[in-house]
T-cell receptor, first 114, second 111 residues
Framework: DGGITQSPKYLFRKEGQNVTLSCEQNLNHDAMYWYRQDPGQGLRLIYYSQIVNDFQKGDIAEGYSVSREKKESFPLTVTSAQKNPTAFYLC?????????????FGPGTRLTVT | AQSVAQPEDQVNVAEGNPLTVKCTYSVSGNPYLFWYVQYPNRGLQFLLKYITGDNLVKGSYGFEAEFNKSQTSFHLKKPSALVSDSALYFCAVRANNDMRFGAGTRLTVKP
Protein backbone atom coordinates (compact mmCIF):
# COMPACT_ATOMS: atom_id res chain seq x y z
CA ASP A 1 0.00 0.00 0.00
CA GLY A 2 2.85 2.30 -1.00
CA GLY A 3 4.07 4.23 2.05
CA ILE A 4 0.66 5.40 3.26
CA THR A 5 -0.71 4.22 6.57
CA GLN A 6 -4.24 4.53 7.85
CA SER A 7 -5.40 3.72 11.33
CA PRO A 8 -7.33 2.06 12.67
CA LYS A 9 -8.34 -0.59 10.14
CA TYR A 10 -11.79 -1.01 11.74
CA LEU A 11 -13.59 1.62 13.80
CA PHE A 12 -16.91 1.41 15.61
CA ARG A 13 -18.73 4.42 17.00
CA LYS A 14 -22.10 5.33 18.41
CA GLU A 15 -24.29 7.75 16.54
CA GLY A 16 -23.72 11.36 17.59
CA GLN A 17 -20.00 10.96 18.27
CA ASN A 18 -17.26 12.60 16.24
CA VAL A 19 -14.46 10.30 15.11
CA THR A 20 -11.05 11.03 13.57
CA LEU A 21 -9.38 8.81 11.00
CA SER A 22 -5.62 8.95 10.69
CA CYS A 23 -3.62 9.13 7.45
CA GLU A 24 0.17 9.39 7.27
CA GLN A 25 2.49 9.21 4.24
CA ASN A 26 6.26 9.02 3.89
CA LEU A 27 6.38 9.49 0.12
CA ASN A 28 7.13 13.22 0.31
CA HIS A 29 3.97 13.90 -1.70
CA ASP A 30 2.49 17.38 -1.64
CA ALA A 31 -1.10 16.35 -2.37
CA MET A 32 -3.31 14.23 -0.14
CA TYR A 33 -6.90 13.10 -0.60
CA TRP A 34 -9.77 11.51 1.29
CA TYR A 35 -12.31 9.32 -0.49
CA ARG A 36 -15.40 7.52 0.64
CA GLN A 37 -16.25 4.16 -0.91
CA ASP A 38 -19.75 2.69 -0.85
CA PRO A 39 -20.79 -0.51 -2.65
CA GLY A 40 -21.57 0.10 -6.31
CA GLN A 41 -20.65 3.79 -6.18
CA GLY A 42 -16.94 3.80 -6.71
CA LEU A 43 -14.88 6.44 -4.93
CA ARG A 44 -16.20 9.86 -4.03
CA LEU A 45 -13.86 12.71 -3.08
CA ILE A 46 -14.41 14.23 0.37
CA TYR A 47 -11.49 16.67 0.77
CA TYR A 48 -8.09 17.22 -0.75
CA SER A 49 -5.02 19.25 0.09
CA GLN A 50 -2.18 20.33 -2.17
CA ILE A 51 -0.10 22.16 0.43
CA VAL A 52 0.28 22.40 4.18
CA ASN A 53 -2.36 24.53 5.92
CA ASP A 54 -4.60 24.55 2.84
CA PHE A 55 -7.36 22.20 1.73
CA GLN A 56 -10.41 22.17 -0.53
CA LYS A 57 -13.81 20.53 -0.39
CA GLY A 58 -14.52 17.66 -2.70
CA ASP A 59 -17.88 16.45 -3.92
CA ILE A 60 -19.23 15.23 -0.55
CA ALA A 61 -17.59 17.39 2.14
CA GLU A 62 -20.70 17.99 4.24
CA GLY A 63 -20.36 16.45 7.69
CA TYR A 64 -16.59 16.04 7.41
CA SER A 65 -13.59 18.17 8.39
CA VAL A 66 -9.85 17.91 7.79
CA SER A 67 -6.58 19.56 8.78
CA ARG A 68 -3.15 19.65 7.16
CA GLU A 69 -0.67 20.89 9.75
CA LYS A 70 2.16 18.69 8.48
CA LYS A 71 3.03 17.52 4.98
CA GLU A 72 2.97 13.91 6.10
CA SER A 73 -0.41 13.93 7.83
CA PHE A 74 -4.00 14.55 6.71
CA PRO A 75 -6.51 13.42 9.38
CA LEU A 76 -10.22 13.26 8.60
CA THR A 77 -12.90 13.91 11.22
CA VAL A 78 -16.34 12.45 10.65
CA THR A 79 -18.70 14.65 12.59
CA SER A 80 -22.12 13.91 14.02
CA ALA A 81 -23.55 16.05 11.19
CA GLN A 82 -22.69 13.36 8.63
CA LYS A 83 -26.02 11.63 8.08
CA ASN A 84 -24.73 8.27 6.86
CA PRO A 85 -21.14 7.83 8.03
CA THR A 86 -20.84 4.05 7.79
CA ALA A 87 -18.48 3.43 4.86
CA PHE A 88 -14.96 2.47 3.81
CA TYR A 89 -12.63 5.49 3.88
CA LEU A 90 -9.53 5.68 1.71
CA CYS A 91 -6.67 8.14 1.94
CA UNK A 92 -4.38 8.78 -1.03
CA UNK A 93 -1.43 10.95 -1.94
CA UNK A 94 0.33 12.06 -5.11
CA UNK A 95 2.84 14.45 -6.55
CA UNK A 96 1.36 17.61 -8.01
CA UNK A 97 2.15 19.77 -10.99
CA UNK A 98 1.10 17.38 -13.73
CA UNK A 99 -1.96 15.23 -14.21
CA UNK A 100 0.20 12.29 -15.22
CA UNK A 101 0.96 11.38 -11.63
CA UNK A 102 -0.95 8.46 -10.19
CA UNK A 103 -2.34 8.44 -6.68
CA UNK A 104 -1.08 6.04 -4.04
CA PHE A 105 -3.64 4.64 -1.64
CA GLY A 106 -3.58 3.57 1.97
CA PRO A 107 -5.19 0.32 3.17
CA GLY A 108 -8.41 2.03 4.25
CA THR A 109 -10.47 2.37 7.43
CA ARG A 110 -13.87 0.73 7.69
CA LEU A 111 -16.10 2.89 9.90
CA THR A 112 -19.30 1.51 11.36
CA VAL A 113 -21.66 3.84 13.20
CA THR A 114 -24.60 2.38 15.09
CA ALA B 1 -15.55 18.12 -16.08
CA GLN B 2 -14.03 14.74 -16.79
CA SER B 3 -15.77 11.44 -16.14
CA VAL B 4 -15.40 7.72 -16.74
CA ALA B 5 -17.91 4.96 -17.24
CA GLN B 6 -17.45 1.27 -16.62
CA PRO B 7 -20.43 -0.29 -18.38
CA GLU B 8 -20.16 -3.71 -16.73
CA ASP B 9 -20.70 -4.22 -13.00
CA GLN B 10 -19.47 -7.80 -13.26
CA VAL B 11 -17.23 -9.75 -15.62
CA ASN B 12 -16.85 -13.52 -15.39
CA VAL B 13 -14.16 -15.46 -17.24
CA ALA B 14 -12.65 -18.91 -17.03
CA GLU B 15 -9.06 -19.31 -15.94
CA GLY B 16 -6.71 -19.29 -18.92
CA ASN B 17 -9.08 -17.31 -21.12
CA PRO B 18 -8.44 -13.72 -22.15
CA LEU B 19 -10.18 -11.02 -20.16
CA THR B 20 -11.36 -7.50 -20.98
CA VAL B 21 -12.69 -4.91 -18.55
CA LYS B 22 -14.22 -1.95 -20.34
CA CYS B 23 -13.84 1.77 -19.68
CA THR B 24 -14.94 4.84 -21.59
CA TYR B 25 -14.03 8.39 -20.70
CA SER B 26 -15.00 11.98 -21.25
CA VAL B 27 -12.49 14.79 -20.84
CA SER B 28 -11.69 18.09 -22.46
CA GLY B 29 -8.09 18.20 -23.52
CA ASN B 30 -5.55 15.42 -23.28
CA PRO B 31 -6.70 12.40 -21.28
CA TYR B 32 -4.59 10.94 -18.52
CA LEU B 33 -6.06 7.51 -17.85
CA PHE B 34 -5.40 5.00 -15.09
CA TRP B 35 -6.38 1.51 -13.98
CA TYR B 36 -6.40 0.40 -10.35
CA VAL B 37 -7.20 -2.93 -8.68
CA GLN B 38 -8.72 -3.44 -5.25
CA TYR B 39 -8.69 -6.67 -3.26
CA PRO B 40 -11.24 -7.16 -0.43
CA ASN B 41 -10.84 -4.68 2.45
CA ARG B 42 -7.71 -3.19 0.92
CA GLY B 43 -6.74 0.09 -0.70
CA LEU B 44 -6.42 0.56 -4.44
CA GLN B 45 -3.26 -0.60 -6.18
CA PHE B 46 -2.02 1.14 -9.31
CA LEU B 47 -1.85 -1.11 -12.39
CA LEU B 48 -1.01 1.13 -15.33
CA LYS B 49 -1.54 4.51 -16.93
CA TYR B 50 -1.77 6.17 -20.32
CA ILE B 51 -0.19 9.60 -20.69
CA THR B 52 0.92 9.81 -24.30
CA GLY B 53 2.59 7.77 -27.01
CA ASP B 54 1.89 4.10 -27.67
CA ASN B 55 -1.78 3.20 -27.55
CA LEU B 56 -1.01 -0.14 -25.91
CA VAL B 57 0.18 0.33 -22.35
CA LYS B 58 1.70 -2.52 -20.34
CA GLY B 59 1.39 -2.66 -16.58
CA SER B 60 1.74 -4.83 -13.51
CA TYR B 61 0.82 -8.55 -13.23
CA GLY B 62 0.61 -9.03 -17.01
CA PHE B 63 -2.17 -6.50 -17.54
CA GLU B 64 -2.28 -4.13 -20.48
CA ALA B 65 -4.70 -1.50 -21.70
CA GLU B 66 -5.53 -0.15 -25.09
CA PHE B 67 -6.17 3.55 -25.57
CA ASN B 68 -8.58 4.34 -28.40
CA LYS B 69 -9.04 8.05 -28.98
CA SER B 70 -11.80 7.78 -31.57
CA GLN B 71 -13.90 5.56 -29.32
CA THR B 72 -12.81 7.38 -26.12
CA SER B 73 -12.07 4.04 -24.54
CA PHE B 74 -9.33 2.58 -22.36
CA HIS B 75 -10.10 -1.12 -21.95
CA LEU B 76 -8.06 -3.28 -19.60
CA LYS B 77 -6.91 -6.63 -20.97
CA LYS B 78 -4.98 -9.72 -20.04
CA PRO B 79 -4.21 -12.59 -22.46
CA SER B 80 -4.67 -15.39 -19.90
CA ALA B 81 -6.67 -14.85 -16.70
CA LEU B 82 -5.69 -16.26 -13.32
CA VAL B 83 -8.01 -17.06 -10.41
CA SER B 84 -5.91 -14.61 -8.37
CA ASP B 85 -6.95 -11.81 -10.75
CA SER B 86 -10.41 -11.89 -9.17
CA ALA B 87 -10.89 -8.43 -7.67
CA LEU B 88 -12.57 -5.05 -8.16
CA TYR B 89 -11.12 -2.93 -10.97
CA PHE B 90 -11.40 0.84 -11.28
CA CYS B 91 -10.75 3.04 -14.27
CA ALA B 92 -9.88 6.69 -13.60
CA VAL B 93 -9.27 9.87 -15.57
CA ARG B 94 -7.28 12.82 -14.33
CA ALA B 95 -7.16 16.45 -15.43
CA ASN B 96 -6.01 19.51 -13.50
CA ASN B 97 -5.12 17.39 -10.47
CA ASP B 98 -8.73 16.21 -10.30
CA MET B 99 -9.03 12.40 -10.42
CA ARG B 100 -12.41 10.85 -11.29
CA PHE B 101 -13.08 7.16 -10.79
CA GLY B 102 -15.54 4.83 -12.43
CA ALA B 103 -17.95 2.81 -10.31
CA GLY B 104 -15.81 -0.29 -10.60
CA THR B 105 -16.10 -3.70 -12.29
CA ARG B 106 -15.95 -6.90 -10.30
CA LEU B 107 -13.89 -9.51 -12.13
CA THR B 108 -14.39 -13.15 -11.21
CA VAL B 109 -12.08 -15.75 -12.70
CA LYS B 110 -13.35 -19.31 -12.27
CA PRO B 111 -11.03 -22.34 -12.22
Amino acid sequence: DGGITQSPKYLFRKEGQNVTLSCEQNLNHDAMYWYRQDPGQGLRLIYYSQIVNDFQKGDIAEGYSVSREKKESFPLTVTSAQKNPTAFYLCASSSIGASEYEQYFGPGTRLTVT
Amino acid sequence: AQSVAQPEDQVNVAEGNPLTVKCTYSVSGNPYLFWYVQYPNRGLQFLLKYITGDNLVKGSYGFEAEFNKSQTSFHLKKPSALVSDSALYFCAVRANNDMRFGAGTRLTVKP
